[in-house]
Nanobody, 131 residues
Framework: EVQLVESGGGLVQAGGSLRLSCAASGFTFDDYAIGWFRQAPGKEREGVSCISSIDSSTYYADSVKDRFTISRDNVKNTVYLQMNSLKPEDTAVYYC????????????????????????WGQGTQVTVSS
C-alpha cells in the first residue's frame, strides 16, 4: 500500500522558516518524482516544487523560487521542503504526491505542476504564516 505522510507544518511568523517532510512507503521510492503542492482556502491546489528521481533535477513555482528548497533522501525514503523567508501568502495546507507514470519522469519540466499527473497523495500538513 502506497503511503505518503507529511509532517513539519505549524504556525510561524513572517520571515521565519519551516522544514516539511514527506515520508514514503509502499513503492520503489527512488524510481519516481515527488512533488509538493499547496492549497489555500477558496483556491485551487497549486504546484510548489518537484524533484526528479532520474537526476534529482528540481522545479519551483515562481512564487517560491529562491526561498524554498526541495531535496530527497533515497535511503530514508523521504522528501523535504525547506521553506525560508515565509510570507503570509504561503499559508496553506501542503501536500506531497508521487507520480508513477514512466513517461512523466522524463517530462517533468513540462508537467510537474499538474495535480492530475500524480497518483498518490498524503493527507497534508497545515502551514500558517502570521504577519
Amino acid at each position: 500500500e502506497v503511503q505518503l505522510v507529511e509532517s513539519g507544518g505549524g504556525l510561524v511568523q513572517a520571515g521565519g522558516s519551516l522544514r516539511l517532510s514527506c515520508a514514503a512507503s509502499g513503492f520503489t521510492f527512488d524510481d519516481y518524482a515527488i512533488g509538493w503542492f499547496r492549497q489555500a482556502p477558496g483556491k485551487e491546489r497549486e504546484g510548489v516544487s518537484c524533484i526528479s528521481s532520474i537526476d534529482s533535477s528540481t522545479y519551483y513555482a515562481d512564487s517560491v523560487k529562491d526561498r524554498f528548497t526541495i531535496s530527497r533522501d533515497n535511503v530514508k525514503n523521504t522528501v523535504y521542503l525547506q521553506m525560508n523567508s515565509l510570507k503570509p501568502e504561503d499559508t496553506a495546507v501542503y501536500y506531497c504526491a508521487v507520480t508513477t507514470a514512466v513517461a512523466l519522469q522524463f517530462r517533468l519540466w513540462l508537467l510537474w505542476k499538474r495535480p492530475g499527473e500524480y497518483d498518490y497523495w498524503g493527507q497534508g500538513t497545515q502551514v500558517t504564516v502570521s504577519s
